[in-house]
Structure formats: structure tokens, C-alpha cells
């Protein structure tokens, strides 16, 4: 294992601002991981794994070890006539293992088509788009646990999964998720209830979509609205969804009309964080080289060099003011350091 020092973390995360890492390695198997353990404990050192950075804002340099997973490898544990089963190692990139599946014909990813990112990162937030989450498709996740010191399977159950939410987003600095078994569908029923997939098939005249139907619809949606992170920085949703009880939605409704929100229990309601941000009149908006993209208000992109402590800032401004006007809190999607 090699450790280099005092590491510019810019080509290493989509915002691409210019903090850096006091230590930084790769690694790139299972020897590693535990190489990296050891020499954090003797070190006493904090670790952080970054996969492809896609989902973290860095407000300062990181006084650690920064591990970058590029373990990589797909591999078919078993293969019935209704499923195969993948182990697929942390590093891939999860696009193209994605695509990969399409292309076999197995079925369960396509709607996660074009979210980037590493294999190892997604069931952390438990990844999600156009009616899926990840965790549908995982049996099991293998990761080191940093405070047992040991490697451990942990089943779907175990992962504790929810809405951008797992075992291993509420207890972050734990486990290093090494591996992950995926089980796939071969005659796969496809997921189009949202309707702008329906609109886009509609338009191709597709009327029975294959699943690389899907996937192309999916690609097609997230490049028109979604800043690509390789030419504008940006994380993504920089913010999740909030939640809120059907009578604070009620009130709300009647003041705002247009409020966006769904039903997700009978007692509460998921609200667009997009839309309350594009109330309060974010959209677009430029501070220097930070700005909520045009598009789509839930993104906080840069257009040029910028510090992770001015996003920051800027999204602490929204945070505010939708606060102020709604009374509702808007919470961080983006992992901040
Ligand atoms: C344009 C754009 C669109 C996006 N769209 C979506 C979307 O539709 N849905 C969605 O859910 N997300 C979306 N995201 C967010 C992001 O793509 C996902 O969260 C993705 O899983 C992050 O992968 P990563 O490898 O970049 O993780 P990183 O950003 O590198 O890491 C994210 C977190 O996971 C930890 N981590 C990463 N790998 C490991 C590992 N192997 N073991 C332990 N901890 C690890 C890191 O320490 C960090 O806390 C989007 C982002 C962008 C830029």
C-alpha cells in the first residue's frame, strides 16, 4: 500500500474544489482494506473511502486517510432460469455495470441507468430513480468492519434500508463495503409507472419496451436535466426530499396550490425539495462560481474554481429561506466533510 501525503482531493470528487487529504492510497483488493485499517489504528487516524466523489462536498481538508475503492471484478455466483446472481467488486463503475446488465438481458437496474458513481457507494444512500432503489436488487453487501477488525456479509434485512438512507449512511465511518451480491431478473417486469418514461417511449413509438428501451429513455431524461458532473460540478440532489404529516401538508396546500408532494404513509407526505427551493426563487441563481442549476433547482453546481466552504454557504442560504417561508427543513443529501 502506498500512502502519498498531503494530496489535492480536486480530480477526486465532482465538485472539484481544491482541498486536500493529509494521507491518501488506492485500494485495490481485499489486503488493502485491511492494510488500510491497520495503518489508521496505528496511526490513529481517521479513514475515508471515496468512491467516484460524486456525492460529497469537501468545507475543509481532510485530516486523514483518504482510500479510494477500485476493487473491481463481476462475477456470476449462480444462474437459474428466473435469476442470475452477480458479485460485483466496490470499484466498478456503476453505469457501466449497469449497462452491462441490460445488455445480458437481466433485469432490476435499468431505471438507475446514468446515476454515477462506484458499485461500493450505492447502497449507502441506497441509490434511486424513477420508482427503484437499489436495495430491491441486493441480497447481500460484503464489507470490513472497522470495529470488529474482521470482514462480514451482511444481508438485505441487515442493511437496513430506507429512502437515501442504510446501516452504513447512519453509521459512516464503520464499514468498508468491499463487494456486493446483486440478483437479477431474466424476464424482468419494467417499471414505466412514472411518466415521463411513459412520455418518452410514447414519442419512439415504443409500445413494448425492452429493458435497453428503458435504459435509453432513463438516459435520455437524466441528460437533459442533469448537469453532466464531468463538465459542470455538481453532487447531484443536493438535498433530499422532505418529509412532513398531512396536517402541516394540508395548511400548505391551501396556501400554495402548486406544492409538488405525495402520499407515502396515511400520515405523511414526501415533499419536492425542488420545488420549494424554485419557490423560493433559487432557480438559476449565481453567487461567484456557485449556483442552483437552471434546470433543476435541487442541484448546487459551480462554474468554475470554487471552495467547498462556499457551496456550502450557498446551500446554507437556501436551507434558510425554505425554512422561512415553509417552515420545513431541508436536509443534506451530499456527504459533507
Ligand atoms: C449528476 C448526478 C446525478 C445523481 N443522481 C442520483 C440519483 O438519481 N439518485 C441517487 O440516489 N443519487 C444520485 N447521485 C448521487 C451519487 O451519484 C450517488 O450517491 C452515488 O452512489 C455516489 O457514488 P460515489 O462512488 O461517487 O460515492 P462517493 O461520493 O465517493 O461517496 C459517497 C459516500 O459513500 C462513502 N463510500 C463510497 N464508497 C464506499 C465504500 N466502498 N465503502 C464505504 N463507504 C463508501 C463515502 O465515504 C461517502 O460517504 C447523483 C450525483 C450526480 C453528480
Not at 32 to 43: G, H
Not at 143 to 160: I, S
Not at 171 to 189: A, D, E, H, M
Amino acid at each position: 500500500m502506498q500512502i502519498s501525503t498531503n494530496t489535492s482531493l480536486k480530480p477526486y470528487h465532482s465538485f472539484a474544489s481544491d482541498e486536500h487529504a493529509k494521507f491518501f492510497t488506492n485500494i485495490i483488493n481485499e489486503q488493502d482494506v485491511v492494510a488500510v485499517s491497520n495503518w489508521a489504528k496505528e496511526n490513529n487516524t481517521p479513514i475515508l473511502i471515496i468512491g467516484s466523489g460524486t456525492n460529497m462536498l469537501f468545507t475543509t481538508n481532510f485530516n486523514g486517510l483518504v482510500a479510494k475503492m477500485e476493487i473491481m471484478g463481476i462475477k456470476k455466483i449462480t444462474e437459474t432460469a428466473s435469476d442470475v446472481i452477480l458479485e460485483v467488486g466496490a470499484g466498478e463503475n456503476w453505469h457501466h455495470f449497469v449497462m452491462y446488465c441490460v445488455h445480458k438481458g437481466w433485469g432490476g437496474l435499468e431505471n438507475l441507468s446514468l446515476i454515477p458513481g462506484t458499485v461500493g457507494a450505492s447502497p449507502i444512500q441506497n441509490i434511486g430513480a424513477y420508482g427503484v432503489e437499489v436495495e430491491a436488487c441486493i441480497n447481500s453487501v460484503t464489507a470490513f468492519d472497522l470495529l470488529n477488525g474482521a470482514f462480514t456479509t451482511l444481508k438485505n434485512e441487515a442493511c437496513l434500508f430506507k429512502y437515501r438512507s442504510s446501516l452504513f449512511k447512519q453509521q459512516p465511518n464503520r464499514y468498508i463495503i468491499t463487494s456486493i451480491q446483486f440478483q437479477l431478473k431474466k424476464q424482468p417486469i419494467l417499471k414505466t409507472d412514472y411518466g415521463v418514461i411513459r412520455d418518452v417511449l410514447h414519442e419512439k413509438n415504443i409500445k413494448n419496451p425492452s429493458l435497453a428501451d428503458i435504459s435509453n429513455a432513463i438516459i435520455q431524461i437524466r441528460s437533459n436535466k442533469l448537469p453532466d458532473p464531468s463538465k459542470i460540478g455538481n453532487a447531484g440532489s443536493f438535498f433530499k426530499n422532505p418529509t412532513i404529516s398531512i396536517d402541516k401538508y394540508n395548511l400548505l396546500k391551501e396556501n400554495f396550490p402548486g406544492l409538488i408532494a405525495y402520499p407515502i404513509s396515511d400520515i405523511e407526505y414526501k415533499i419536492a425539495a425542488g420545488w420549494l427551493i424554485e419557490t423560493c426563487g433559487w432557480k438559476g441563481v449565481k453567487k461567484g462560481n456557485v449556483g442552483c442549476y437552471e434546470k433543476q433547482a435541487l442541484v448546487i453546481v459551480s462554474y468554475g474554481i470554487i471552495s467547498g466552504k462556499e457551496v456550502y454557504d450557498f446551500s446554507a442560504e437556501i436551507i434558510q429561506t425554505v425554512f422561512e417561508k415553509f417552515d420545513i427543513q431541508l436536509e443534506r443529501e451530499v456527504n459533507v466533510y
